[in-house]
């Protein structure tokens, strides 16, 4: 598969990368590495990396502005579905393919290379640049390793495997790069932005079987000021809290004229439920888009019902009496 994925893009003169709406660092970085490596393998080439971005994750680079152009092949990465893809159609393009480490959702009709087992997209792409002629240098690893530790919340979640390090070690030993200058430029952030985390902890309401959520209207997003994709991007920092399972942020964005759901979870599968209300994403953390918190709310009594069975099948019961 490695091999066939670089003779498309040697064949192309014409490549654009996009990724799905919603930007988010692993999204951002896999289509800027990606970028980055085919132009330094080919410097001929015209190479976009396309889509929405966010000066929130400007530290990653710099993203281009969507151009048409013949004969052009498409790369999609970090998305496993058409209705979320940002900014790109797929049917101007002469050819597709998806990388991707979501759970199948749909065929994009041309090369498909999902590995669900993946940490990030980033991590996938590393394996492709190391095993492929695509060039590497340490701004490209850097790159990657801003997308990999972003997915995985720095090595936090189950979806790290033996496979996971072993890249990271390998990228480190090529590239030398410092972590700890990286991680002062992904995580330092204005003391607004961590007083309106504190203001979801303090008013974050439990469900009786240990569903956290917090309803973020406009005002309190104004109030803060802090954009309608804060509660989103920080809900990681919600993880192992005792008396939550699962727990997701709801929050109105005006602009969008919706409302945004990000779900995380400590057991309960989510992305099924999120399923149901126009949405998806992995088995432990999945969005949905509603269009009112009354619909929010439902989804959070079916999350809450997820979490029941979950509790009960577990054997759980005393620790998830709210
Ligand atoms: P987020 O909470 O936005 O970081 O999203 C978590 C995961 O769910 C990511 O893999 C997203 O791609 C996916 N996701 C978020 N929103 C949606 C949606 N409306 N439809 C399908 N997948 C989504």
Known sequence: MYKEIFKYIKKYNNIVIARHIGVDPDAMASQIALRDSIKLTFPEKKVLAV?????????????????????????????????????????????????????????????????????????????????????????????????????????????CSPKTFSLVSTYLDMYKFDIAELYKKMYARPLNEVRF?????????????????????????????????????????????????????????????????????????????????NGGGHKMASGARVETFEEAHLLINELDKAALEYIKENKLEESYDN
Do not use: Q
């Open 51 to 159: 889509g929405n971005g966010s000066t929130k994750f400007s530290y990653i680079g710099k993203l281009d502005k969507y151009e048409d152009m013949e004969n052009a092949l498409l790369i999609l990465v970090d998305i496993p579905d058409k209705k979320r893809i940002d900014g790109v159609d797929i049917s101007k393009f002469d050819f597709v393919i998806k990388i991707d480490h979501h759970p199948f959702v749909e065929d994009f009709g041309g090369l498909e290379y999902i590995v669900d087992t993946a940490s990030s997209a980033c991590e996938i792409l590393m394996d492709i640049i190391l095993n492929t002629k695509l060039e590497c240098n340490k701004e490209i690893a850097e790159t990657l390793y801003y997308g990999l530790i972003s997915d995985s919340n720095r090595f936090l979640f189950s979806n």
């Open 197 to 277: 985390e504190g203001y979801i902890a303090e008013n974050m309401i439990i469900t009786d079987n240990g569903v956290g959520y917090i309803d973020v209207t406009d005002d309190i997003i104004n109030k803060y000021k802090v954009d309608s994709a804060a509660p989103g991007n920080m809900i990681n920092n919600f993880n192992f809290i005792n008396e939550v399972l699962v727990w997701a942020t709801i929050t109105e964005d005006v602009k969008a004229g919706l409302i945004r759901i990000s779900i995380r979870s400590r057991g309960p599968v989510i992305n099924t439920v999120a399923e149901k209300f």
